[in-house]
């Protein structure tokens, strides 16, 4: 039985079979509307998301399944004191799969490791979130061709954004990549990556302004500013409008460069941007269920070749 809760857990040669059952999916919804009927999944998710969990959820649905849950720790017997543990346990009776996000880092970790169905991790604390990797990686196959041969530069908040955290992880396993890191010095990007970037020999760059690095770039990802993990609010207010991204940037930009976003977006996207043909971020969203399917028949070793 597998779990995912690190994108490297799966090799590059696996993810491109994900990604072209992916866009099978994609172009063929109704050869798997049935192949999950009599399936369910749990989303346990002991941290607020909307688009996460609903991704899952109407992933599920698409493959005709079904889906129980809860979507935030008061409402599960996490607040009753119960370990992550015992409820994977107990989820494992009553689900065939698990896609967990939880607030501490390894705790999908912990939980997959008791339990006897496939448990996906959708978010641990500032560490990982393969899932949106996974979409990221999918957006940018479909939508440029291909995974490799890229300048990607990661805007905002590159120290508690696993989102970030996670696509580099899955980013060095492709030829000529380069990173180029633009963030104020209190969000950068912390030493474990850039210490492996070094001992791999990427290249990357560490800035702080985006206009000067606009034009070099193939792929932009955007992120957030999470409030949510900041020790003090004086701290988030002085940063969270750092950057904004807006017509004017977009215009030093290559004509092809994609502009991508884990969402939710607040303030780092002016929404003028959202109808220029370089913005990816909703279509993302699109992919992101796309991937989940293909994710929850991998793991649930679904034959999809006997599917019409
Ligand atoms: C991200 C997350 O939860 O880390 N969102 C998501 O999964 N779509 C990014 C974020 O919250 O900023």
Known sequence: MRHLMNPLDFSVEELDRLFDLANDIEKNMGKYAHACEGKKLATCFYEPSTRTRLSFESAMLN????VIGFSDANSSSASKGE????????????????????????A????????????????????????????????????????????????GDLKFGRTVHSLINALVRYEGIKFIFISPEELKVPDYITDMLKEKNIPYEEVIRLEDTMPE???????????????????YVRLKDFYILDKAKMELAKPDMMVL??????????????????????KQVQYGVYVRMALILTLLETDTDSLT
Do not use: W
Request: glycine share 6%; proline share 6%; hydrophobic share 35%.
């Open 108 to 155: 999908p970790m912990v939980a997959a490791s008791r339990s006897s169905i496939p448990v996906i991790n959708a978010g641990d604390g500032g560490h990982q979130h393969p899932t949106q990797t996974l979409t990221d990686l999918l957006t940018i196959r479909s939508l440029k061709g291909r995974l490799n041969n890229f300048t990607i530069g990661l805007c």
């Open 217 to 235: 770039l193939d792929l932009l990802y955007m992120t957030r500013v999470q409030r949510e993990r900041f020790f003090n609010e004086e701290d």
């Open 63 to 66: 493959l005709g399944g079904s």
């Open 261 to 282: 976003h884990p969402l939710p977006r607040v303030n780092e996207i002016s929404v003028e941007v959202d109808d220029d043909p370089r913005a990816a971020y909703f």
């Open 83 to 106: 370990s992550v543990s015992d409820t994977i346990r107990v989820i494992s009776c009553f689900a065939d799969i698990c896609a967990m996000r939880h607030p501490k880092e390894g």
